[in-house]
């Protein structure tokens, strides 16, 4: 057995404790130990954005943090975005948009894309684009993605 | 969109509802093959050779099985002796059991690097991770060869002592009977090719390379087995393909497939590179040794090293024209990388090369190689983008040479019905000169470009398409909704497409239509999701389905009515209407109506049938790119991109332009940064995703897109395919820009700083 220790963090908003190997990133605690697995693993090593989080209102790659950073920290994943009676501006301008198709990377660019919302609510074109560059995506060429994102920007302000 | 007038009215079919597993996939709740979670799962790894060129002499797993929580490690003899039965890779690739299971598990030789030669499973990830380690493999290193040129060539090593060159090209010499790296050769041709150079006014012959590329789905590979104890074995898995998984998991592990069920998850991405087994039968023996359920994943530098990226290749391409820019002959030569075992896809390639054009004279030879590196898979147009890269340079050089329009002289030799193809079929209906003619006429084409360093280019881009089997079944709910339940695995929107199909083919709205995808013990027979057949082939499964319910629905409105069968109508609007009744009122019923009243009038309907359609549409594509070339860092930014194509029918348009912006931006990383470097070790140097440069959005602008709508006779809704063509022209179109803007042309892909720098330095000499 390898060495286990016992977190506290605060999970889309839920106080949670749960157990991790001493060498699991956030990625594999969220995944493998608390059973979100709505943040997804493209590379495990910082290059792909699909598991993109927010903790602490900062934007990380979960699988470049380590659990045993967690404690104490208030983390969002996709699973915590959407309201109890609905989807987000955002989520449903993803819908309408056809901003995915396969959906591997929804997760990391919708969270990528709440936490850019949050602290520039009117990003132009190129300021979406230089955010979102951390994040890949293989099946949609970006170009709704982006429109997406220009969608819940414009709805929020109306 | 450019609609043909040949194109009908429809209500459901070119509109844009929210695909039915939308909320799913925004909301994170989606399950993919990497989020199955079993009790009791044990993790499994694969130990992988150092080496792109080895015997293997000795392997020793006492150390890692000694290792607390390692339940099993697994060699190439843990599986059953494979024979060489055909087995089929999806997109006309075919292997043998014997080569299959090699790049699954090597027995006495690896052949590239990465290849696997253990595996090991534990009841942790981190615990088999620490396992690979302990297992000691001896290898005798071998010299590497990984370029197709050398492989050639009679100095290079031999990757198999029993290979021979399969010819299937006629007339040519009898193979010889010593070991070769070129594994076939093929050769197709029409007309006379050397009164077609001397009929020509100006002849250009140019030589192009391209590197390996990777299919880059964000979701590494996966697979889970659970081997029960009365035999049976499931397999939950990312792929393109359930029933072929099946088929390939029965003959690798000798089992019938009744046996086996095969349950697809949401797939992240495929790209044709998840037609292959890589990691399912391995799960599946450690499943079977340990009696627990076994998961395993890939990184991503296995992916990047030991999936199937597409051919590297060698091409030569001579074509002759006259004056007035009738092409007049061409001779195409395309060498390309197999991979350590033969099956490249140079034969789809080959028929892609020319097919833009109505060519009178022509020679085109293809070899498959076999080279130090992972087996290729297919990837979108498997074959096309390299052939067509050179084929649309020479054309595009010989337009300037001529100073014709590069359009209009693409316009005056385009294919079109009845010209013959490389295979001897001659083309149906085709778009070819409605894409031209759209790509003339677009405000794009028509701007001015301004600025230094700036250019314009254009190429076309072609793919067949291909048809196959396809099941479904779909229930009436009381509610008036339907259950339909299809094997069809669903990439990039579907279950969106078939569920409109479905209700364009019933009158109804397609949020009436509730897909699901299940595994293969749940529906009949269904063929892969690549080649651009899925919409094509489900639609036609969507159509007869959607008679056979007309059919049994107005059979019981005549039932419920009490009037005979044949004067009763199922309408387009989807309501039933039958003879007027005793006070002269016309009797109609909606969709919803009976579906309500089925319980009480004999019971509820359903229907479920197999389809297996050929006559998938061929379709053409045609990209306009404008450039910006830095000279001082040799960097290329694309500015602007239009993408037009014959889509046949548009069904989901949001979709069908998602699938031409992903081509394109594929393409363009072929085109510009994505490259696969190897040591002179045939070792990759670059396996990542910070390495291979994959475009990001900031290296890409918004793609607009066209759509051409030239409906397939061959298809109830007229659909085409329309997944692979758009990567096809974003090489040659980009070619074409930077030797607008700097005017020198550039044979290599991709077109890296490196390559602008070191053809900029050339010219100044
Ligand atoms: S998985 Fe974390 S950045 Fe790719
Ligand atoms: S939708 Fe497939 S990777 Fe983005």
């Known amino acids: 057995m390898t060495e286990r220790i016992i977190i506290t963090a605060t999970i889309n ?83 309408e948009e056809a901003a995915l198709q396969c959906g591997i990377c929804t997760p990391g660019f919708l969270v990528a894309s709440k936490a850019l919302l949050d602290v520039n609510p009117h990003p132009s074109e190129h300021e979406i684009r230089f955010w979102l560059a951390g994040n890949l995506c293989r099946c949609t060429g970006y170009d709704k993605i982006i429109r997406a994102v220009q969608k819940a920007a414009a709805q929020r302000g109306a | 969109m450019v609609a043909t007038p040949e194109k009908p009215q429809y209500k459901v079919i070119g509109t844009r ?74 997109e006309g690739g075919v292997s043998t059991a014997r080569f299959m299971l090699e790049g699954i598990m090597a027995s006495k030789k690896v052949l590239y690097r990465g290849q696997p030669v253990a595996a090991v499973c534990a009841t942790d990830h981190h615990i088999a991770e620490d396992a690979l380690e302990l297992i000691e493999v001896e290898y005798e290193p071998l010299p590497v060869v990984s370029d197709v040129r050398e492989a050639m060539s009679d100095a290079a090593p031999v990757l198999h002592e029993n290979l021979r060159t399969r010819d299937m090209a006629p007339l040519s010499q009898t193979p010889s009977d010593k070991p070769t790296n070129i594994a076939s050769h093929l050769r197709f041709a029409r007309g006379d090719v050397q009164a077609g150079f001397a009929a020509a006014d100006i002849v250009v012959e140019r030589e192009f390379e391209t590197s390996m590329f990777h299919q880059g789905y964000i979701e590494p590979h996966n697979g889970t087995a659970f081997w029960n104890r009365d035999g049976k074995l499931t397999v939950w898995c990312s792929t393109q393909g359930s029933f072929s998984v099946r088929a390939n998991l029965a003959t690798l592990l000798q089992i019938p497939v009744s046996q086996i069920n095969v349950i697809p998850m949401e797939i992240g991405g495929g790209f044709g ?49 006259k004056k007035d820019g009738t092409l007049t002959a061409a001779e195409v030569y395309l060498a390309y990388e197999a ?65 014709i329009d590069p359009i209009d002289l693409r316009l005056k030799n385009a294919a079109k019905e009845g010209t013959p193809r490389p295979t001897g079929q001659k083309f149906g209906r085709i778009g070819a000169v409605e894409v031209m003619q759209a790509m003339k006429d677009h405000p794009h084409y028509k701007s001015e470009i301004q600025g230094p360093d700036r250019g314009r280019g ?93 059919k049994k629905l107005t059979e019981r409105a005549a039932r419920i009515w009490e009037v005979p069968e044949d004067q009763v109508t199922y309408g387009d609007d989807g309501v039933i209407r039958g003879p007027a009744d005793a006070e002269g009122k016309p009797r109609e019923m909606s969709f919803k109506e009976i579906a309500g009243r089925l319980a009480r009038t004999g019971g509820a309907i359903s229907a ?18 404008d450039v910006e070339v830095d000279r001082e860092t040799g960097k290329v930014t694309i500015l602007r991109y239009t993408a037009v194509q014959d889509v046949g029918t548009a069904i989901h348009p949001s979709y069908v332009e998602g699938q031409i912006q992903g081509g394109v931006a594929q393409g363009v990383g072929m085109a510009l940064t994505e490259e696969y470097y190897w040591g002179p070790d045939g070792r990759m140097q670059n396996a990542s995703f910070l ?66 720098l070191e053809a900029l330095l050339d010219k100044e000499r």
Not at chain 2, 617 to 624: E, K, L, N, V
């Open chain 2, 17 to 90: 509802p929210i695909r039915p597993d939308g909320t799913d996939k925004v909301i994170g709740r989606a399950e993919y093959g990497i989020d199955v979670r079993l009790p009791g799962m044990l993790y499994g790894r694969i130990k992988r050779s150092p080496y792109a060129h080895a015997i293997i002499k000795r392997i020793d797993a006492s150390k890692a099985l000694a290792l607390p929580g390692v339940k099993a490690v697994i060699t190439h003899d843990d599986f059953p002796p494979p024979g060489d039965t055909a087995m089929t890779m999806g």
């Open chain 2, 691 to 756: 390495d291979y440069r994959m475009p990001t959005t900031l290296d890409l602008p918004m793609i607009d897109t066209v759509l051409v709508e030239v409906p397939n006779p061959g298809h109830p809704y007229g659909v085409r395919g329309v997944g692979e063509v758009p990567i096809v022209p974003p090489m040659p179109a980009i070619q074409a820009a930077i030797a607008d803007a700097i005017g020198v042309n550039l044979y290599k892909a991709p077109m890296s700083p490196r390559v602008v």
């Open chain 1, 13 to 95: 908003d839920e106080e949670t404790q749960f157990m991790a190997d001493m060498r699991d990133s956030l990625l594999d605690a969220l995944r493998e130990r608390i059973g979100l697995t709505g943040t997804k693993e493209g590379c495990n090593n910082g290059n792909c954005g699909a598991c993109a989080v927010i903790m602490d209102g900062r934007l990380v790659n979960s699988c470049c943090v380590m659990a045993a950073e967690v404690e104490g920290s208030e983390i969002t994943t996709v699973e915590g975005l959407a309201e109890a009676d609905g989807l987000t501006p955002l989520q449903e301008a993803f819908l």
């Open chain 2, 608 to 625: 479920g049938l197999t389809t297996q359609k050929q006559g998938a549409g061929p379709a053409y594509g045609g990209h306009i790119v």
């Open chain 2, 273 to 321: 590179g998840k037609l292959v087994v890589y990691l399912e039968p391995i799960a599946a023996v450690f499943s079977k040794i340990t009696g627990k359920p076994v998961k395993m994943m890939m990184t991503r530098d296995e992916v990047f090293e030991a999936t199937g990226p597409t051919s590297g290749t060698y091409i030569r391409v001579k074509m002759g024209a």
């Open chain 2, 339 to 403: 991979g350590a075992f033969p099956g490249s896809p140079v034969g789809a390639g080959a028929t892609c090369a020319l097919a833009p054009y109505d060519i009178e004279n022509y020679v085109i030879d293809g070899y498959d190689v076999v080279v130090n590196k992972p087996k290729t898979a297919a990837y979108r147009a498997p074959g096309a983008p390299a052939a067509e890269f050179a084929v649309e340079s020479v054309v595009n050089e010989i337009a300037k040479q001529l100073d």
């Open chain 2, 458 to 550: 254009v190429a076309m881009g072609f793919w067949g398409n291909v048809g196959g089997e396809r099941s479904a079944t779909a229930a009436i709910n009381p509610d008036g909704t339907i259950k339909l339940v299809v094997g069809n695995v669903d990439i990039g929107g579907t279950r969106a497409a078939m569920a409109m199909m479905l209700a364009e083919t019933l009158g109804i709205s397609a949020e009436q239509v509730h897909p699901h995808v299940v595994g293969t013990d749940d529906i009949g027979a269904t063929g892969l999701t690549g080649g651009s057949s899925s919409a094509f082939a489900i639609g036609w499964t969507m159509y007869e389905l959607g008679l056979e319910l007309r």
